[in-house]
């Protein structure tokens, strides 16, 4: 069963930057895309950022030019660099691995799912 476990999450003002990280324990890690998915209270999971096997970025418009999804394949983790921050990028933050190579915005297509991290942008 492959594991993922995300940090980096945390508190700041409007204009900050976070990285968010997550490291996982399979050892195909390469072999799949991996996402990362944000919830905020009271709504849907959502796309936020994926990566494919050939290495190839997708992001949702909302976060376009402020995030950075990267992957270290030695390391089997992925980052989330998230500068400029809004209010509206508070949610809890979810690493995912995909079923397959190719990355996906939809939630269903990721078979594993890290616990989440707390990111909090304060006006």
């Known amino acids: 069963q492959v594991q993922l476990v995300e940090s980096g999450g945390g508190l700041v003002q409007a204009g900050g930057s976070l990285r968010l990280s997550c490291a996982t324990s399979g050892r195909t890690f390469s072999t799949y895309a991996m996402g990362w998915f944000r919830q905020a209270p009271g709504k849907e999971r959502e796309f936020v950022a994926a990566v494919d096997r050939s290495g190839s970025n997708t992001y949702a418009d909302s976060v376009k030019g402020r995030f950075t999804i990267s992957r270290d394949i030695a390391k089997n983790s992925v980052f989330l660099q998230m500068n400029d921050l809004k209010p509206e990028d508070t949610a809890i933050y979810y690493c995912?691995?995909?079923?397959?190579?190719?990355?996906?915005?939809?939630?269903?297509?990721?078979?594993?799912w890290g616990q989440g991290t707390q990111v909090t942008v304060s006006s």
């Open positions: 995912a691995k995909g079923r397959w190579g190719a990355a996906s915005s939809r939630p269903y297509e990721y078979e594993n």
